[in-house]
């Protein structure tokens, strides 16, 4: 019998606190206590090179089943298409009218926090409607 994987997301990125708390918007994360000793995560970072201040960011679902993610400053920026992307599950169960009413209400509310709408993918006889997304630093997603 295999073993299973626990893992986590990471994200290259240019802010990454930045990006980070706008996934806890997105699905209902929180960021962690700061390790022990400090007050807060400003004083931790302060605390470390000023080269790695602000280089590092994560949060994770607060109930443990989900996985952790992990966003990293890179230097370069994003300049192509994700090979593998985040579905926002919003619309499981649902179908038709009612699901797409669902996925664009959360658009709405998304695109308030600073995500961009790409595109909005509707429903045909082989799949339910879904909704292209990209985050506020251009990292593709889909609501689902």
């Known amino acids: 019998m295999s073993t299973i994987r626990h893992f986590q997301v990471t ?19 929180t960021v962690p206590s700061p390790p022990e000793g400090f007050a807060t ?18 949060c994770g679902d607060p109930s443990g089943v989900g996985p952790r993610l992990f966003f990293q400053r890179v230097p370069e920026g994003k300049v192509v298409k994700n090979r593998v992307h ?14 797409l009413a669902t996925l664009e209400a959360e658009r709405t509310r998304l695109v308030a926090l ?20 990209q985050d506020v630093e251009g990292n593709e997603f889909c609501l689902d």
């Not at 994200?11 to 994360?29: I, K, N, Q, S």
């Not at 995560?41 to 960011?57: H, I, K, L, M, V």
């Not at 985040?86 to 699901?99: M, Q, Y």
């Open 11 to 29: 994200f290259d990125c240019a802010e990454p606190e930045r990006v980070a708390r706008f996934w806890c918007e997105v699905l209902g994360y």
């Open 86 to 99: 985040l579905d926002v599950r919003v619309g499981t169960g649902l179908v038709g009218d009612e699901r």
């Open 114 to 133: 600073g995500a961009v709408h790409v595109r909005t993918l509707y429903a045909d006889e082989d799949n339910e409607s879904c909704i292209v997304m």
């Open 41 to 58: 995560w400003d004083d931790f970072d302060r605390s470390r090179a000023p080269e790695e201040q602000g280089g590092r960011f994560a």
